[in-house]
């Protein structure tokens, strides 16, 4: 009896230990967003400049393509903005999503995820006219969900192999 009463406590003892990595996670998790969502609607200095009118781009690799076509005018350090930040940016949703999902989330999942919650994004830039609203965002910000899923793939595994 008193091993099963010991195996019982050291279960819970897990479980919680679990639950309060978790919200540690959650939390880590909405400090992104919170920070994501500021970088992208209200910080000045992080967007380009825009004229009068409103531009939006539905061409795939359009952008990308001009931006490294004219990198030379229009400067490495905007090019790098551009297209790094789009995928560093977004590379935390993938690596935090399944970090704070109930379920095993797969790279198909996480991918379908930063791309839908992309899209939201550039779907609230359109219609709010914040931003520019620019499939070639989408295809980046997809591109850095899976990089993070990746470096969580990785995390995973080697702390997996840690505990052993």
């Known amino acids: 009896m008193t091993h099963i009463t010991q195996s019982t406590a050291y279960s ?3 479980c919680y230990m679990k639950k309060e990595k978790k919200g540690r996670y959650h939390v880590l998790f909405a400090l992104y967003l919170a920070l994501l969502i500021y970088f992208l609607f209200f910080a000045e200095s992080f967007r380009e400049s825009t004229p009068d009118y409103y531009r ?6 359009q952008e990308i393509m001009r931006y490294l076509r004219y990198y030379h ?3 490495i350090g905007r090019v790098c903005l551009n297209l790094l930040g789009n995928i560093i940016g977004f590379a935390p949703f993938g690596f935090f999503l399944p970090c704070i999902s109930t379920r095993k989330l797969s790279f198909g999942a996480v991918t379908l995820f930063s791309m839908e919650f ?18 070639d965002d989408v295809i980046l910000n997809t591109l850095g969900g899976m990089l993070g899923y990746l470096c969580y793939w990785i995390w995973r595994k080697y702390k997996h192999e840690s505990e052993k």
């Open 118 to 135: 992309s899209i939201a994004v550039e779907v609230i830039q359109l219609i709010t006219r914040v931003g520019c609203c620019d499939v």
């Open 56 to 61: 939006y781009n539905l061409i795939p690799f």
């Open 73 to 75: 005018s229009i400067g």
């Open 12 to 14: 819970r003892t897990v």
